[in-house]
């Protein structure tokens, strides 16, 4: 299994960092988490965007769709871009959101799929299974995995949440939010996370590997691994546009 990464900012673009987006390939399926502003130019340097299996938009937020609008011309326009019509999984809050404020009419392009926590489906060869995030309503984290392969978890947006830990047990890779260095004094509580809740998530959820990301600028991933390192005891890799993890 394969991650890639087209964008690792956290809630807007950052020098040389896009919002969300990574792609999950295994068994011939590519299967893409998150389609934020700016990533449609990574994801088109790396793969015809027209091969894409599936995409998953774990919430409503523009650093997690808005190149969803990129992806949906794209294959509008470019005679044979569309190879399939590429289904679009998120919660049916999500998928409201994009239908409304986005899309008025998927095309026959985009085929919305609703899902909700505890749903599992198969994409390609993949599994994926949701979870709710303790962020806006609707949002859903994801773990993916192959027959008796690796796994990958991806936290979403979210705060610290016991439910996610269990979520993720045992997993191999996870990609985890890590919004801010440290908590500021005059956030609410849940939302995202910080450096040492990250930490927190991913050792109560024994996981191997942590992609740290989602670091909102002026903060960045560097600094966030480092700070998540000094109380997680599994690796930790500091995100960036075009890090690539094999597992
Ligand atoms: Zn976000
Ligand atoms: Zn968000």
Redesign the pocket.
């Given at each position: 299994m394969r991650l890639s990464v087209f964008g690792h900012a956290?809630?807007y673009g950052a020098p040389g960092a896009q919002?969300?987006s990574y792609l999950v390939s295994a068994t011939g399926t590519q299967l893409l988490l998150d389609i934020?502003n700016g990533s449609f130019s990574n994801l088109a340097r790396q793969l015809l965007p027209g091969d894409l299996s599936a995409v998953f938009v774990s919430?409503r937020?523009h650093?997690?769709l808005a190149d969803l609008i990129s992806l949906y011309h794209y294959l509008s326009f470019v005679p044979g871009a569309l190879r399939h019509p590429i289904p679009i999984y998120g919660s049916p809050e999500t998928l409201e959101a994009i239908r409304t404020l986005v899309l008025a009419d998927f095309g026959g392009i985009l085929l919305p799929q609703a899902v909700r926590a505890g749903q599992a489906v198969e994409v390609g060869g993949l599994q994926v299974t949701f979870a709710d995030a303790d962020h806006v309503p609707g949002t859903l984290a994801a773990r993916v995995s192959v027959d008796g392969g690796p796994s990958l978890g991806f936290t979403a947006?979210t705060g610290p949440n016991p439910g996610l830990e269990q979520f993720f047990d045992g997993i191999d890779l996870l990609v985890g939010?890590c919004?801010w260095l440290t908590r500021p004094d005059q956030a609410p509580a849940g939302l995202?996370m910080d450096a040492s809740e990250l930490a927190s998530m991913a050792t109560h959820s024994g996981a191997r590997r942590l992609v740290v990301t989602?670091v909102a600028y002026p903060g960045n991933a560097v600094a966030a691994a480092r700070l998540v390192a000094d109380r997680f005891a599994g690796e930790v890799i500091a995100a960036f546009d075009g890090l690539a993890v094999e597992f």
């Amino acid at each position: 299994m394969r991650l890639s990464v087209f964008g690792h900012a956290g809630s807007y673009g950052a020098p040389g960092a896009q919002c969300s987006s990574y792609l999950v390939s295994a068994t011939g399926t590519q299967l893409l988490l998150d389609i934020g502003n700016g990533s449609f130019s990574n994801l088109a340097r790396q793969l015809l965007p027209g091969d894409l299996s599936a995409v998953f938009v774990s919430h409503r937020h523009h650093d997690h769709l808005a190149d969803l609008i990129s992806l949906y011309h794209y294959l509008s326009f470019v005679p044979g871009a569309l190879r399939h019509p590429i289904p679009i999984y998120g919660s049916p809050e999500t998928l409201e959101a994009i239908r409304t404020l986005v899309l008025a009419d998927f095309g026959g392009i985009l085929l919305p799929q609703a899902v909700r926590a505890g749903q599992a489906v198969e994409v390609g060869g993949l599994q994926v299974t949701f979870a709710d995030a303790d962020h806006v309503p609707g949002t859903l984290a994801a773990r993916v995995s192959v027959d008796g392969g690796p796994s990958l978890g991806f936290t979403a947006d979210t705060g610290p949440n016991p439910g996610l830990e269990q979520f993720f047990d045992g997993i191999d890779l996870l990609v985890g939010e890590c919004t801010w260095l440290t908590r500021p004094d005059q956030a609410p509580a849940g939302l995202h996370m910080d450096a040492s809740e990250l930490a927190s998530m991913a050792t109560h959820s024994g996981a191997r590997r942590l992609v740290v990301t989602h670091v909102a600028y002026p903060g960045n991933a560097v600094a966030a691994a480092r700070l998540v390192a000094d109380r997680f005891a599994g690796e930790v890799i500091a995100a960036f546009d075009g890090l690539a993890v094999e597992f």
